[in-house]
């Protein structure tokens, strides 16, 4: 099983639809002011700091998620006042990758908002070569390794030292069956090159590297990876992204992977969550499956440096996973109201063509 997001021609279209220069998502509804943000940062310095804040001032929600603008466009639609309640007024993250033109300025106005809101952003970076090897159906990501390092770099570079939450490349390091040996070498040294630039131009930023699920890879072989990749120059690494499973399957999960890093030498490492659409835990199905719930909101669980650190709405609630399942007409990465609106109330009913 794989996760998707926007394929470039889709957000593309997406893009041209809403009139944006961004594809969005993002938490918390109560407001604080920008001041405290700006003065929080300069007592409260690095990723922990970051952490302290968004447990104290909440996460960044983004007035034009998809959902959002969904339901700013259909207010007389039954299903509206649901998915408005239950998915746009939650923090989630906004997704970035190479249907960006410039991914320096996209990332840069995006921490701008959430800074000037008082909130702290969470963020994905999804462009690694050779993208959801395995699926396709959000395949892409940059052509080279060279042009990912820029990529990479720059998106790092926006970020600067504000604080943020930045989810390190789904299914890079969980897809390994679908690469070669140089795919997989290439990819360890190019999230390791990642975790450098996050370290050194973005040093309030929280980042976790995603670090697949209980079902995808064994946790000695995730420890591994992530070892290889430069877990230890961010925070931890993310657990669950797009997907289904319990908290508790995760969790065990997630202390079997700090397990085997320990038995390496390595120091274990916090990790958070994707809770956004396990409510209702996984049926046995990953694209587009019916009967499934969103989960616990986006919120800082702990700080303390060990195991579970937060829950996150990482995957975008409502978005499809591709033409499959109960959505076999809705392109990955589109927002289809009928799967929001069945998501947030765990109906076992099929999407509707709309």
């Known amino acids: 099983?794989?996760?998707?997001?926007?394929?470039?021609?889709?957000?593309?279209?997406?893009?041209?639809?809403?009139?944006?220069?961004?594809?969005?998502?993002?938490?918390?509804?109560?407001?604080?002011?920008?001041?405290?943000?700006?003065?929080?940062?300069?007592?409260?310095?690095?990723?922990?700091?970051?952490?302290?804040?968004?447990?104290?001032?909440?996460?960044?929600?983004?007035?034009?998620?998809?959902?959002?603008?969904?339901?700013?466009?259909?207010?007389?639609?039954?299903?509206?006042?649901v998915i408005r309640e239950g998915l746009a007024k939650n923090p989630m993250a906004r997704w970035f990758g190479d249907w960006f033109t410039s991914i320096s300025k996209s990332v840069g106005d995006y921490v701008d908002a959430s800074e000037k809101a008082g909130k702290v952003p969470i963020?994905?970076?999804?462009?690694?070569?050779?993208?959801?090897?395995?699926?396709?159906?959000?395949?892409?990501?940059?052509?080279?390794?060279?042009?990912?390092?820029?990529?990479?770099?720059s998106y790092a570079g926006a970020i600067m030292d504000r604080p943020a939450v930045v989810v390190l490349e789904p299914d890079a390091l969980a897809d390994y069956s679908c690469l070669d040996s140089s795919q997989k070498a290439e990819r360890e040294n190019l999230i390791r090159y990642a975790t450098e630039q996050f370290r050194d131009k973005a040093p309030n930023a929280a980042v976790y590297i995603d670090a697949g699920n209980s079902k995808y890879a064994k946790a000695t072989d995730i420890a591994d990876r992530l070892a290889k990749a430069g877990v230890d120059n961010v925070r931890g690494f993310a657990l669950n992204v797009s997907n289904f499973h319990t908290e508790s399957e995760e969790t065990a999960f997630g202390d079997a992977v700090n397990m085997a890093l320990a038995a390496q030498g390595k120091s274990e490492k916090p990790y958070v969550m994707d809770t956004s659409?396990?409510?209702?835990?996984?049926?046995?199905?990953?694209?587009?499956?019916?009967?499934?719930?969103?989960?616990?909101?986006?919120?800082?669980?702990?700080?303390?440096?060990?195991?579970l650190e937060a829950r996150l709405w990482i995957k975008t609630a409502g978005n499809s996973d591709g033409e499959c399942?109960?959505?076999?007409?809705?392109?990955?990465?589109?927002?289809?109201?009928?799967?929001?609106?069945?998501?947030?109330?765990?109906?076992?009913?099929?999407?509707r063509t709309l």
């Not at 395995?134 to 820029?150: Q, V």
């Open 1 to 81: 099983m794989t996760r998707t997001h926007l394929t470039a021609a889709v957000a593309a279209g997406l893009l041209t639809a809403v009139g944006l220069t961004t594809v969005v998502v993002t938490q918390s509804a109560t407001a604080a002011p920008a001041a405290s943000l700006v003065a929080a940062k300069a007592v409260a310095a690095g990723p922990i700091g970051t952490l302290n804040l968004a447990a104290s001032s909440g996460f960044y929600v983004d007035p034009k998620s998809q959902s959002a603008l969904w339901t700013a466009a259909n207010p007389g639609d039954s299903r509206m006042p």
């Open 277 to 307: 659409r396990n409510g209702n835990g996984w049926n046995g199905q990953w694209c587009n499956p019916v009967g499934r719930k969103i989960g616990v909101t986006s919120r800082v669980d702990s700080t303390d440096g060990t195991s």
């Open 123 to 153: 963020l994905v970076a999804y462009s690694i070569p050779n993208r959801d090897a395995c699926s396709g159906y959000s395949g892409g990501g940059e052509t080279s390794a060279a042009k990912y390092r820029t990529w990479i770099s």
């Open 325 to 351: 399942g109960n959505a076999p007409t809705s392109k990955a990465g589109t927002f289809n109201p009928q799967i929001a609106y069945d998501m947030v109330l765990g109906n076992q009913s099929g999407a």
